[in-house]
């Protein structure tokens, strides 16, 4: 069964927010895990693509944009993928930016959602909480103090 992680952020700024991403894909990379990064916001997912880059000074997080109706096929040597769309059959660690429950959540092995204090994203948070619990998923809470801008 998926074990959902909620990482509650102490902030309304959506750079902490995507900072956070980027800190919580490097190390899942560095783990060994297939990442699979989900917004259903296209400007979010391209803001998120140039972080990939430059969060941290010396260093990036090897990543590929895949179209939303891309049809991936496993074959990507990319740790990391992004996209609004469905994710390749090799992931098997999902960030969730979207506003909903993502309809293949339940294929990886874990789901991190990341939550911050602005009222539509924290409302949204609640809403997949009450989903997944509902549901009898294995949930855990993580509060998280607003990082700095740097890497």
């Not at 693509?49 to 939303?68: G, I, K, M, Y």
Request: charged fraction near 30%.
């Amino acid at each position: 069964m998926t074990r959902i992680d909620f990482y509650v952020l102490a902030s309304t700024l959506v750079d902490y927010r995507l900072l956070l991403v980027c800190r919580l894909a490097e190390k899942a990379v560095g783990q060994g895990r297939r990442v699979f990064l989900h917004a259903d916001d296209e400007g979010l997912l391209r803001t998120l693509d140039d972080r990939l880059w430059d969060f941290r000074a010396n260093s990036f997080v090897a990543h590929r944009w895949l179209a939303a109706d891309a049809m991936p096929d496993g074959a990507d040597s990319d740790p990391v993928q992004l996209s609004s769309g469905a994710p390749a059959p090799d992931r098997d660690l999902l960030i969730n930016l979207a506003t909903e429950v993502p309809p293949f959540f339940s294929r990886f092995e874990r789901t991190l959602e990341i939550v911050d204090e602005s009222e539509a994203v924290r409302e949204a948070g609640r809403a997949r909480y009450r989903y997944y619990r509902h549901r009898g998923y294995p949930l855990k809470h993580h509060a998280v103090p607003a990082p700095t801008l740097r890497g």
